[in-house]
């Protein structure tokens, strides 16, 4: 028999609805970037946001790892939360778990895959750069995201868990020092090619929190993309709103253990999350 579910009731709006709630799922603190821009665009959106810290960083987990764990943790969640949309803000998870979380979950799962096809637009040079974690890149979803989107161009591709190290970091306060970023973007340069990369898709959730170390440590042609407005766009799309103005009913964020909550207390409160509440898998 099912349990059933331990659903926090939604803050009723002023039409006398329901206000729709939204989970937003990373490993650690990347996902924040897709909420920031959620926030942005519905302001009066109740977020859930979850993050696994028990199994971060998913940049090196195997496939069938995150398989096995994504959709169970995001099965829980609903039940527990029961939100209209789970946000899968994280590109190592997406390009691999989501038909199976979308078999597992009663919500609408929106992924987050790198941002290739706005690139290959972008880009004069047709030379793109890919920075995601080292799952991401060599990912098959990655390579039909090339085929189908950028075939005319020549991407370089880096995948590197440092930098999702010191967005960690950073987040719990401490400044990233300029040259290790510099140190774990170099080698996407480095490549044959690396000097003509005019766009680079941020395709780690990641990356975005380390936007300006990043775009100081690139060529001052290169843009930075990443795929959080589209995400914001396409919740928007999928509640079918034209506009949620604020200010938010209160949503906690959920942590698996082994993160450092006091360090991140701050940076969750930043974007509108309160209260931590710690969930042991
Ligand atoms: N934020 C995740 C992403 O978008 C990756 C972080 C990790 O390796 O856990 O890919």
């Given amino acids: 028999m099912l349990e059933a579910p331990q659903m926090q009731p939604d803050t009723p709006s002023q039409t006398g609805q329901p206000a729709p709630s939204v989970l937003v799922f990373d490993s650690g603190v990347g996902g924040l970037s897709v909420a920031g821009e959620i926030r942005k665009l519905l302001p009066g959106l109740r977020l859930i946001y979850a993050a696994d810290y028990a199994f971060l960083p998913y940049g090196e987990k195997t496939e069938a790892q995150l398989i096995e764990r994504v959709p169970r943790l995001l099965a829980?969640?609903?039940?527990?939360?029961?939100?209209?949309?789970?946000?899968?803000?994280?590109?190592?998870?997406?390009?691999?778990?989501?038909?199976?979380?979308?078999?597992?979950?009663?919500?609408?799962?929106?992924?987050?895959?790198?941002?290739?096809?706005?690139?290959?637009?972008?880009?004069?040079?047709?030379?793109?750069?890919?920075?995601?974690?080292?799952?991401?890149?060599?990912?098959?979803?990655?390579?039909?995201?090339?085929?189908?989107?950028?075939?005319?161009?020549?991407?370089?591709?880096?995948?590197?868990?440092?930098?999702?190290?010191?967005?960690?970091?950073?987040?719990?306060?401490?400044?990233?020092?300029?040259?290790?970023?510099?140190?774990?973007?170099?080698?996407?340069?480095?490549?044959?090619?690396?000097?003509?990369?005019?766009?680079?898709?941020?395709a780690c959730t990641h990356f975005p929190l380390l936007a300006?170390?990043?775009?100081?440590?690139?060529?001052?042609?290169?843009?930075?993309?990443?795929?959080?407005?589209?995400?914001?766009?396409?919740?928007k799309t999928l509640l079918g709103v034209q506009s949620l103005p604020g200010p938010a009913p209160a949503g906690p964020a959920i942590l698996t253990p082994g993160a450092d909550i006091g360090a991140l207390k701050p940076a969750f409160a930043a974007y509108g999350f309160d209260e931590i509440e710690i969930l042991d898998v």
């Fill in 76 to 202: 829980a969640l609903e039940a527990r939360f029961a939100p209209k949309i789970v946000v899968i803000a994280c590109n190592t998870a997406s390009t691999v778990v989501l038909p199976a979380t979308r078999a597992a979950l009663q919500a609408e799962v929106v992924g987050t895959v790198p941002a290739i096809k706005p690139a290959a637009a972008l880009t004069q040079t047709k030379v793109i750069g890919l920075l995601g974690t080292p799952g991401t890149v060599r990912r098959t979803y990655t390579q039909h995201l090339i085929d189908d989107f950028a075939s005319d161009c020549q991407v370089l591709r880096h995948g590197s868990v440092e930098l999702v190290g010191l967005a960690e970091a950073k987040l719990r306060g401490e400044k990233p020092s300029q040259a290790a970023v510099e140190a774990a973007i170099a080698p996407l340069y480095a490549q044959p090619g690396g000097g003509d990369v005019d766009v680079v898709v941020l």
């Fill in 212 to 235: 300006e170390e990043l775009a100081a440590a690139s060529a001052p042609k290169v843009r930075l993309i990443d795929s959080g407005a589209a995400i914001a766009r396409r919740v």
